[in-house]
Structures are given as C-alpha cells and as structure tokens.
C-alpha cells in the first residue's frame, strides 16, 4: 500500500524502514574493531554508499567500524551514533561492492552491536531504505526486528 499525506501536491521522496535490536542478544560475542581515518573512510562510502546518512565529522558519531581484507584494504564500514534524543543508531553500513553477498556487512553488524552492548546502550535502533532488500536481509539475520515504516513527502 503506497503511503499518502494529508498535503496536496505532497510527493512521496523516500519510504525506510525502522529496526531495533537488544544489544544483550550480542552479550558474548566478538567486538567491531574500531577504525579511524576520516579520508578512507569518506572515500570507501564514497565509492561503495554514496546515500550514507553519516560522515566523518558528524558530531553524532559514537565510533567508526570496520572490516579489512587480508591486503589491509577496507572491504566494509558502518558507525554508531547517538542523537540528541539519546536514541543509539546504526548508520551508514557499507560493503565494497566486489565483497557483496558474502556476508561481511552481517558479520559486521553484529560485531557492532556487539561492541554498542560492551559501551553499555541496551538497544540499537536504524532506519534503511525499503528497497534496499539485500541490506534489510542482513539485518534481519543478525536479529534486528521490523517496528514500522516511514515515508518523506515533499511539497512543491
């Protein structure tokens, strides 16, 4: 069912899904190995997630992490941060595109909600486009829940 607005001429820009995670479900696991490094990591998204909420330098950010191949390449990145409200998100989770399919954004997330468990947040939420099926899968598989769904409208 298409989502509508009260507005006239109120245009539909971007339909998300929001997910939510324990992080307890991780107590145990391994950690997200942090990374640092504002230009590899603004040019991985660049190259591999161009639509990335969050960049080095958002005052939000929690911490950076990532996953690197056995050449020390960065193969995978994604961050935590932590709005205003408090609320924890996950952000900006991107795959080099020749490492797609192969399960590394999963292990990734996981080892991220591992680390957001070990700094003590009882939950992680984030919000992914809802057309991006491959990504919605991954969280999925880690444990992140469905809990709604969001639509931008913009006027003209």
Do not use: H
């Not at 991006?132 to 409208?153: H, M, P, Q």
């Amino acid at each position: 069912k298409a989502a509508t607005s009260n507005y006239e001429g109120a245009q539909s820009v971007l339909d998300l899904d929001i997910y939510s995670i324990e992080t307890s479900l991780y107590e145990n696991s391994p950690l997200a190995v942090e990374i640092q490094g504002d230009t590899e990591i603004s040019d991985f998204l660049k190259a591999n997630a161009p639509n990335s909420s969050v960049w080095p330098g958002n005052p939000e950010l929690v911490f950076w992490a990532g996953i690197r191949n056995l050449e020390g390449e960065l193969i995978a990145v994604g961050a935590v941060t932590m709005w205003e409200t408090g609320q924890k998100v996950l952000s900006s989770v991107g795959t080099a595109e020749n490492q797609r399919g192969k399960g590394i954004a999963t292990k990734l997330v996981a080892e991220m909600v591992a680390k957001s468990n070990k700094l003590g947040f009882p939950r992680l939420g984030l919000a992914v486009r809802a057309d991006n099926i491959a990504a919605k899968r991954s969280y999925e598989k880690v444990g992140f829940i469905l809990c709604g769904e969001f639509t931008i409208f913009e006027r003209d």
